[in-house]
Structure formats: structure tokens, C-alpha cells
Nanobody, 125 residues
Framework: QFQLVESGGGLVQTGGSLRLSCAVS????????VAWFRQAPGKEREGVAS????????YYANSVQGRFTISRDNWRNTAYLQMDNLKPEDTAVYFC??????????????????WGQGTQVTVSS
């Protein structure tokens, strides 16, 4: 049975940093595309970063480009999202998701098959 478990969320001041982790079990991360999404209260789920399985290509939402970095450790079957220079508008529940390779929008939630339960990130002003 598969499981994705996010960790690393919390409360941070504007300009601070957090590193989210997504531990994957029951699936082989190396074979999958991984992405991070976020959802703020009253808003739709938004794709913030994704990474292809073998080519290492990464994609970022314009709102986080240059501040967030997605990475993975296939040996540990774990994905990461390094978030720097955080802003209050980054406050949301962050979810990791994985799916087999596909051709399409890597930041579209509809494309992802497996999801974690989410971790809260709160950025105070």
C-alpha cells in the first residue's frame, strides 16, 4: 500500500525559510514525477513546483520562481521543497503528489494520482 507523508511545515516570519519533506513508501520515487501543491483557505489548489523522474527537469509557478527549489533523493525515496524568502501569501497547506510519467501540465493537480495528507505552512508578517 502506498503512502506519502509530508513534514517540515510550521510557522515562520516573512523572509524566513522552511524545508518540506515528502517520504514515499510503497512506490518507487525514481520512476515517478513529483510535485508540490498548496491550498490556502477559500482558494483552489495551486501547483508550485514539480520535477520529472529521470531528466531532472523542474517547473515552478511564477509566484515562487527563484524562491522555492524542488529536489529528490531517490535513495531515500524522499522529495523535498526548499522554500526561501517566504512571504505571507505563501501561507497554505502544502501537499506532495506523485504520478507515473505523462505528457502535459506538470503543475496541474488533475494529473497526479497519489497524494499526501498535507502540512501547514504559516508565514507571519
Amino acid at each position: 500500500q502506498f503512502q506519502l507523508v509530508e513534514s517540515g511545515g510550521g510557522l515562520v516570519q516573512t523572509g524566513g525559510s522552511l524545508r518540506l519533506s515528502c517520504a514515499v513508501s510503497g512506490l518507487i520515487l525514481e520512476d515517478l514525477i513529483v510535485a508540490w501543491f498548496r491550498q490556502a483557505p477559500g482558494k483552489e489548489r495551486e501547483g508550485v513546483a514539480s520535477g520529472s523522474n529521470r531528466r531532472g527537469t523542474t517547473y515552478y509557478a511564477n509566484s515562487v520562481q527563484g524562491r522555492f527549489t524542488i529536489s529528490r533523493d531517490n535513495w531515500r525515496n524522499t522529495a523535498y521543497l526548499q522554500m526561501d524568502n517566504l512571504k505571507p501569501e505563501d501561507t497554505a497547506v502544502y501537499f506532495c503528489a506523485v504520478t507515473p510519467p505523462f505528457a502535459g501540465d506538470y503543475l496541474s493537480a488533475d494529473e497526479y494520482e497519489y497524494w499526501g495528507q498535507g502540512t501547514q505552512v504559516t508565514v507571519s508578517s
